[in-house]
């Protein structure tokens, strides 16, 4: 998504094509599959679906969270967001989300402008509501986490409590 002074496909769609190792549309890595009149292009926000080969891409060359955003070992993502780029006036934002094998997010990792970063990590329960979520800020050097715990109700599985832990208190 983007803007652009001017777009001419004629009565074709707008089909692109994804290779992290191209530079592509705004060196996002996806490249228009018909040839049009495309002018002045700008990136505001790109999203990225099925894979995690976008965090290699051209676009993130600069982005000085880029290890802690990767993570190994995840599990197939096809058909699913698997993260974003927001490009603004004092940089960019990045997104990335990591899956559980029902589709769950179990993982999500944010990068702001200045080396800031945001990372949640949900554990679920066998009936898949939410049994943990923790929070972890990294800023100007320093790391700050919080954990709600939710407990539920061993028969009609309704929420009992939350409890919220945050620097080691609750």
Known sequence: QGTCTSFDLGNRSAAVSFSASLS????????????????NATLEVVYYYDTYDFLSSPLLKGCNNISQLSKSGSVSAIGL??????KATDGGNLYV????????VVDSRRSYP???FLATTTSYTFTKKPSTITTSVQYKGMTTSSTLSYVYDNYADQLQSVTLSSGGKS
Do not use: M, P
């Open 24 to 39: 592509g549309l705004c060196n996002t890595g996806y490249t228009l599959l018909e040839s049009s009149a495309l002018s």
């Open 81 to 86: 967001l698997t993260g974003s780029v927001s």
């Open 97 to 104: 989300l990591y899956y559980d094998k029902f589709g769950q």
């Open 114 to 116: 200045g080396g800031h």
